[in-house]
């Protein structure tokens, strides 16, 4: 019986070891002239987040699942990612988009901008490169924008509140 246990294990160990993972990959990540180093960067599937519109909503929703993310560089070395993710059980042709944060944590005063999505072919062993290539010149957007009827209902309520006291 021992034996049988000790085979199980060593043919669940070489399965392990042959499932595919990604390499994401990502050069030029920066704000004007200014290189992050230190921002957070998060690699995701598109069946999670259609496109990169639907990214941003989560982001700025707060809706936004990290433990999602196929890939999770926390630190950013010089503005460049090259990081490998866990083992996966994608196969075929497979889409990718990213969201790279000017912070480590990301929060409500960070800034961020998303990759173009990168389809590729995953290989049945081994990494699977995804190379997002040089995101200089990008637009960054901050995480929390005000919708303007919150600010609108807002003022309506201090305007409302400060009319009962006169009345009163």
């Known amino acids: 019986m021992k034996k049988v246990f000790i085979a199980v294990a ?3 160990c070489a399965i392990a070891s042959q499932a595919s993972s990604v390499k994401w990959t990502a050069s030029q990540v920066k704000v004007g002239d200014t290189v992050i ?5 998060y690699l995701f599937n598109v069946d999670d987040y ?5 990214l941003t909503t989560a982001i700025q929703k707060g809706t936004i699942d990290y433990s999602k993310a196929v890939v999770e560089a926390t630190t950013l070395s010089s503005g460049a990612i090259s990081k490998t ?3 996966l059980s994608l196969t075929g042709e497979q889409t990718f988009i990213g969201v790279i944060f000017d912070s480590a ?5 960070s800034k961020f901008i998303t990759t173009s999505p990168s389809t590729v072919t995953m290989k049945t062993t081994g990494a699977t490169t995804v190379a997002s290539g040089s995101q200089a010149g990008k637009t960054w957007t901050p995480v929390a924008i005000p919708e303007p009827t919150t600010v609108a209902l807002l003022a309506l309520g201090l305007a409302a509140l400060g009319l009962k006291r006169k009345v009163a």
Not at 50 to 54: G, H, I, S, V
Not at 105 to 109: A, D, G, K, R
């Open 10 to 12: 060593i043919a669940s």
């Open 37 to 41: 180093s230190g921002g957070a960067a």
């Open 50 to 54: 259609a496109d990169a519109a639907a």
């Open 85 to 87: 993710g866990g083992t």
């Open 105 to 109: 944590t990301p929060s409500s005063t």
